[in-house]
């Protein structure tokens, strides 16, 4: 696109986007990131500390264990989730079987990638109904690899609920099954549907549609989504994470550096490590990016020795790219693909096998994760240098054309996720 007329579109963009802001809510300063944060701390310390008559006795580790939880949901502090994890089983202890708390910890093991024991939670409500358990079971076909059932599920939701999460779920798989239109187009019908008091919900749809665009080498356009975030949920540190990884694949290094550690201040969390260190190998500065990537490292194994599983694909990709240690790679990967068998894991474990020098596995692999029919930009080049390495040159030569449609900007920086 001609940059005057991408600056035009990114002006009208912006424009609609603070009008529809303007409409939603007359305080969003209100609805900022640390105004809620701070209001789920109070009421938490009112529960654990003060006024005994602010929420009836019975209530009150079923309520405190959802703080907890939306606390851990807010910030992303992996201490936070070991705490709300711990507020939901005292609750179980003290209030019994209860379902909410069971969808609770489902919801809770989701996120940190246990999906065996969502699964183990899930059988504990066998005739429960309901928009959360129904998304649940949708959402972990997904990650199953059972992409038609979870298509089918999201249609389903969304016909049925038609909340904002129906239609950003069914949004995001028909991005990843590369409709990009049409995912935006569910993007925006989630936002009609979110409400002035869930501004940090409109923020993350916001993420979503710019995260669209950046998969697409449109990083004017999503600049101007991850702005319009930012004015919905001020301080929201996702926005700064993505924003950083648009930066740096425009190499203005200089402010991607700077907002990588002001964010890392904030959210000292590996991934951000292990980013900030990816943007100075890009700019080819091996010197700085060392120490980012030592204490990423560091924090994955960490995370891994405390038994944790939610960092087995970071690990087996930082071992594929950073250290370029096959052998280590694979061993993250298989317990990554393990856990979850869908095109994500497959594509990891592919690129380790290939880092390994396993090229007949790797093409089995990669194969696997193409049959999804998913369009990435990163699996067609992880197949076109797969196939390239058994000897396969035309079909190599193709999977780089198709890399190419996605993104024209393949090549530039991005972030492993």
């Not at 904002?164 to 798989?173: C, I, K």
């Not at 930082?318 to 096959?326: K, L, N």
Request: net charge negative; glycine share 6%; hydrophobic share 40%.
């Amino acid at each position: 696109m001609h940059r005057l007329t991408l600056r035009w579109f990114a002006a009208v963009a912006l424009g609609t986007c603070v009008h529809v802001l303007v409409a939603c809510s007359s305080n969003v300063k209100s609805s900022s990131y640390e105004t809620e944060l701070k209001r789920i701390q109070q009421e938490i310390s009112t529960i654990e500390h003060g006024d005994f008559n602010s929420t009836n006795e019975s209530e009150r580790p079923d309520r405190l264990a959802y703080l907890r939880y939306r606390r851990a949901t807010l910030t992303g502090d992996y201490a936070d989730f070991r705490a709300a994890e711990m507020a939901i089983d005292r609750a179980l202890q003290q209030m019994g079987p209860f379902e909410d708390l069971y969808l609770l910890r489902a919801n809770l093991n989701f996120k940190l990638h246990r999906l065996s024991q969502v699964r183990a939670d899930l059988q504990k409500l066998p005739d429960a109904r309901g928009e959360q358990v129904e998304t649940l079971r949708t959402d972990l076909a997904f990650q199953e690899g059972k992409y038609e059932e979870a298509r089918k599920g999201y249609e389903t939701l969304m016909q049925r609920h038609g909340t904002w999460g129906a239609f950003a779920r069914l949004g995001y798989y028909t991005f990843v099954m590369g409709d990009v239109l049409e995912a935006d187009n569910l993007y925006r019908r989630a936002q009609d549907e979110i409400t002035a008091k869930e501004m940090g919900s409109y923020a993350w749809v916001e993420l979503q549609r710019g995260v669209l665009k950046f998969s697409r080498g449109r990083y004017e356009e999503a600049l101007v989504h991850y702005q319009c975030a930012e004015e919905a949920y001020s301080g929201f540190w996702l926005v700064a994470d993505y924003t950083a990884e648009v930066l740096g694949a425009q190499r203005r290094f200089e402010e991607a550096q700077a907002l990588y550690k002001r964010l890392i201040a904030r959210v000292p969390r590996p991934e951000f490590h292990q980013a900030l260190g990816d943007l100075y190998l890009f700019m080819g500065d091996a010197k700085n990016a060392k120490p980012w990537h030592e204490k990423a490292l560091a924090g994955y194994r960490e995370s891994a020795e405390r038994g944790d599983v939610h960092y087995f694909h970071h690990l087996a990709g930082f071992y594929a790219d950073v250290r370029q240690d096959g052998t280590e790679a694979v061993r993250w990967a298989r317990k990554d693909a393990e856990l979850r068998a869908n095109f994500l894991t497959q594509d990891t474990l592919a690129w380790a096998l290939y880092r390994d020098n396993q090229f007949p596995e790797a093409l089995v692999a990669i194969d696997d994760a193409l049959s999804s029919n998913v369009q990435d930009t990163q699996i067609f080049v992880h197949a076109a240098l797969i196939n390239l390495a058994n000897g396969k040159t035309d079909e190599g030569k193709q999977f780089f054309l198709k890399a190419a449609q996605v993104n024209p900007s393949y090549g530039t920086f991005h972030v492993h996720r």
